[in-house]
């Protein structure tokens, strides 16, 4: 056996050296969800980009609003509330969500239609993330059923 594969078969059942399994196992460390704000916070948008866009491919904009976006203005909000701002990257994951919506398979008409629902983000620019994402989803929901 190579000695990588060693030290990772070690890492995994010997607890003093996990962190060899984490260090040099291929499988990624964070979760889907949680890849695409590291990917933010280390100034790369063009993998967080490609991140969103095989999830959005996958399955939905709407889908990837419940299941990633909204744990990535969790956890921007979360690294903000603690005093880690430069952590929270409200201008790139502005950027990200709304570069998706413009891309979105979702008819123009429907996105271009005036909006019925007004949701309003008050105390940050993730609170109005968080709304411009509501009101999106909600006007194609709206179109879908």
Same mark, same amino acid.
């Given at each position: 056996? /190579? /000695?990588?594969?060693?030290?990772?078969?070690?890492? *995994?059942?010997?607890? =003093?050296? *996990?962190?060899?399994?984490?260090?040099?196992?291929?499988? /990624?460390?964070?979760?889907? $969800?949680?890849? =695409?704000?590291?990917?933010?916070?280390?100034?790369?948008?063009?993998?967080?980009?490609?991140?969103?866009?095989?999830?959005? !491919?996958?399955?939905?904009?709407?889908?990837?609003?419940?299941?990633?976006? #909204?744990?990535? #203005?969790?956890?921007?909000?979360?690294?903000?509330?603690?005093?880690?701002?430069?952590?929270?990257?409200?201008?790139?994951?502005? *950027?990200?969500?709304?570069?998706?919506? $413009?891309?979105?398979?979702? /008819?123009?008409?429907?996105?271009?239609? =005036?909006?019925?629902?007004?949701?309003?983000?008050?105390?940050?620019?993730?609170?109005? #993330?968080?709304?411009?994402? #509501?009101?999106?989803?909600? *006007?194609?929901?709206? !179109?879908?059923?």
């Amino acid at each position: 056996m /190579p /000695p990588t594969v060693c030290l990772v078969v070690i890492g *995994r059942h010997f607890a =003093p050296l *996990r962190f060899l399994d984490v260090l040099l196992s291929n499988e /990624p460390v964070f979760d889907d $969800a949680t890849q =695409p704000y590291h990917r933010l916070i280390a100034g790369n948008l063009g993998e967080a980009e490609y991140v969103a866009y095989q999830d959005v !491919k996958e399955e939905s904009l709407l889908e990837l609003y419940s299941n990633t976006a #909204l744990t990535m #203005l969790a956890l921007a909000a979360s690294a903000r509330r603690n005093g880690r701002a430069a952590l929270a990257p409200d201008r790139r994951t502005a *950027r990200l969500v709304r570069e998706l919506q $413009a891309d979105d398979a979702v /008819p123009a008409e429907t996105r271009d239609q =005036p909006d019925s629902i007004l949701c309003l983000g008050l105390r940050t620019e993730l609170d109005a #993330l968080s709304a411009e994402m #509501l009101a999106y989803a909600l *006007r194609c929901r709206a !179109k879908i059923t």
